[in-house]
């Protein structure tokens, strides 16, 4: 059941590639500048601020958001 979504520029990407790309553009600071959520604020890690992500979708639409605004 592989279906093509040409039109989704996050097609391919996974949770972690998409947070590990941005914290390396923007750095954890830049980061919580243009997303205001403590995981990239208090003691950040890509593997807390994933597991917050997972569990909470509007701050994963965000994060979402900011790389398709950022690398699309």
Request: hydrophobic share 35%; charged share 20%; net charge positive.
């Amino acid at each position: 059941m592989t279906q093509q979504q040409p039109n989704n520029p996050l097609h391919g990407l996974t949770l972690e590639s998409i947070l590990t790309r941005l914290v390396e553009h923007y750095g954890w600071d830049g980061l919580y500048d243009r997303i205001n959520i403590n995981c990239f604020h208090n003691d950040p890690s890509i593997k807390s601020s994933l597991k917050f992500l997972r569990k909470t979708q509007w701050a994963r639409d965000k994060v979402e958001a900011l790389y398709i605004k950022t690398f699309a």
